[in-house]
């Protein structure tokens, strides 16, 4: 076990060593999603044949993007200076700017652009931060009523007030 991945409860464990090509992380707030993630990476990069450009990590805000760009990095960095003969964390530092950690926002967005031709906009096109918030409140109430015995609304509703 290399010394980034101290630390991690069984469970994380398995998360990390997981021989899943794609693995989907949910769990509460401070309960080490991005510690398992970071070291997952972390370890794909280093031990297994995974290049950089195959990374894809979304999250939901650009602090948590950042962070985790941050930490992989920096594990990377590590790793690489205590260990010089690992010739992939080597590449992996050098290539890491290829890896796409970003918000889901963004990762849509770009694929968005990417492909404009094919929706007919431009692809310098911009989202309307404020119209987009104004149509989700405009959508969330009749969504809420059309869905109210619904568990996990019911769930939502119990666990915050309704203007949340």
């Known amino acids: 076990m290399n010394d980034f991945m101290m ?11 997981s021989e899943s090509k794609h693995l989907l ?6 309960s080490g999603k991005t510690k398992t993630i970071t070291t997952r990476i972390a370890h794909l990069l280093q031990n297994e044949e995974v290049h950089p450009g195959q990374i ?10 950042a ?4 930490r ?22 050098q290539n890491f700017s290829e890896a796409r950690i970003q918000t889901l926002d963004s ?11 094919h929706y007919g906009i431009r692809p310098d096109f911009s989202v309307d931060d ?18 109210r015995n619904n568990p996990a609304i019911l769930e939502l509703i119990n666990n915050s007030s309704i203007e949340d």
């Open 130 to 147: 404020e119209a987009c918030v104004n149509y989700a409140y405009k959508q969330a109430i009749p969504f809420l009523l059309n869905n």
């Open 56 to 65: 894809l990590a979304l999250t939901f805000t650009n602090k948590a993007a």
């Open 107 to 117: 990762y849509c967005s770009s694929i968005i652009k990417l492909a404009s031709h």
């Open 7 to 17: 630390g991690l409860n069984p469970r994380q464990m398995d998360a990390v060593l």
């Open 72 to 93: 992989i990095y920096k594990t990377l960095s590590e790793f690489s200076k205590e260990n010089p003969d690992n010739k992939r964390a080597k590449l992996a530092v």
């Open 67 to 70: 962070e985790m760009y941050q």
């Open 25 to 30: 992380i949910l769990a509460g707030a401070g």
